[in-house]
T-cell receptor
Framework: AQTVTQSQPEMSVQEAETVTLSCTYD???????LFWYKQPPSRQMILVIR????KQQNATENRFSVNFQKAAKSFSLKISDSQLGDTAMYFC????????????WGAGTKLIIKP | DSGVTQTPKHLITATGQRVTLRCSPR?????VYWYQQSLDQGLQFLIQ???????AKGNILERFSAQQFPDLHSELNLSSLELGDSALYFC???????????FGQGTRLTVV
């Protein structure tokens, strides 16, 4: 069975700093996607970034980028020039593309951006 | 706005009652997922539908059921409600099963 682990329950950084959230996963599959979702205080779930396992290049979306280490089964999220609006819960999720496409979720990291 | 619509946004009901949560997926999305999120918890997968058919089941209680209709909207039925069922219930949709899911704003259910 696949599992997703987020080892940092809470982090806080100053505005404009760079922060990295860690995520590791366990799977024997080879064809999968990884995602980072953000849940601000409004509780809306917002897709931040997606990485296909077959792609070697790390995904980037503006200030958000990932460090995907397939052999190490690691998928960290880097937020550059952090903003107050980045304050949220961040969830890492795994989807097996050869199975039922169910999303497996980590427990989340609460990120606080301080002014 | 993700394009996924959930109604109602808030629901307060008594123990033992039955409620129905509704989800309209994004236009063109065939797959619908239901999740439960209790306070300060992660997401618990309940059930997934694809083009009207059930495709995957997670930790869904027997008191809960769901369906996806021909117009692709979905309903989650919760019966014999208990205090512990109080949670935020999310619906998400995706184009097919193997793409990212977009979430609705959730229905906050409070059982008193």
């Amino acid at each position: 069975a696949q599992t997703v682990t987020q080892s940092q329950p809470e982090m806080s950084v100053q505005e404009a700093e760079t922060v990295t959230l860690s995520c590791t996963y366990d799977t024997s599959e080879n064809n999968y996607y990884l995602f980072w979702y953000k849940q601000p205080p409004s509780r809306q779930m917002i897709l931040v970034i997606r990485q296909e396992a077959y792609k070697q290049q790390n995904a980037t979306e503006n200030r958000f980028s990932v460090n995907f280490q397939k052999a190490a089964k690691s998928f960290s999220l880097k937020i550059s020039d952090s903003q107050l609006g980045d304050t949220a819960m961040y969830f890492c999720a795994f989807m097996n593309m050869d199975s039922n496409y169910q999303l497996i979720w980590g427990a989340g990291t609460k990120l606080i951006i301080k002014p | 706005d993700s394009g996924v619509t959930q109604t109602p946004k808030h629901l307060i009901t008594a123990t033992g009652q039955r409620v129905t949560l509704r989800c309209s997926p994004r236009s063109g999305d065939l797959s619908v997922y239901w999740y439960q999120q209790s306070l300060d918890q992660g997401l618990q997968f309940l059930i997934q539908y694809y083009n009207g058919e059930e495709r995957a089941k997670g930790n869904i209680l027997e008191r809960f059921s769901a369906q996806q209709f021909p117009d692709l909207h979905s309903e989650l039925n919760l019966s014999s409600l208990e205090l512990g069922d109080s949670a935020l219930y999310f619906c998400a949709s995706s184009v097919v099963m193997n793409t990212e899911a977009f979430f609705g704003q959730g229905t906050r259910l409070t059982v008193v």
